[in-house]
């Protein structure tokens, strides 16, 4: 196999694990296997992709891929770089905090009033992650009866 063009494109995490999702299942349909090391390296990864707190370990996944050119188009106004694009899509920023870790130089670039209005367009196409089990008093947290 020769590789004509490297890196020709940036997949974000949905894009990989759809892709990897469709390819199990087709092959599940035609009751073949791929290669062992692709079976292998496909489980791992949707494993990766499905564990907590990864953006995708939600079920059913709050967006999927059409979501992707709607932010591009609502993102556009703030001048937000590819990668950092990317990594928005991968991370699903909730907070101010996080979203500094996305983007390059935020404080410098967006006011306050815009990082709200950034995050705001990320929650609103992306979804919102759950709120987290609280805690007790002791620090421990609360399960049902069935351990859960």
Known sequence: MKILE?????????EVYTFLSNQAKQYHDQKRKGPVNLETLRKEVL????????????????????AIPELIKRLRQYQITKGEFIML???RPSNVP???????????????????????IVTELLGQF?????????????????GQ
Request: charged share 30%.
């Open 98 to 120: 996080i979203l500094n870790t996305v983007i390059e130089d935020m404080e410098d670039r967006f006011s306050e009033e815009e990082q709200q209005q950034i995050l705001e």
């Open 130 to 146: 759950p709120p987290e089990a609280e805690e007790d008093q002791d620090g421990v947290m609360e399960t049902t009866e069935d």
């Open 89 to 91: 899509l991968n991370v």
């Open 6 to 14: 490297a890196q020709s494109a940036v997949l974000s995490n949905v």
């Open 47 to 66: 494993q990766y992709f499905e564990s907590p707190p990864g953006p995708l370990s939600q079920k059913p996944l709050p967006y999927d891929t059409k």
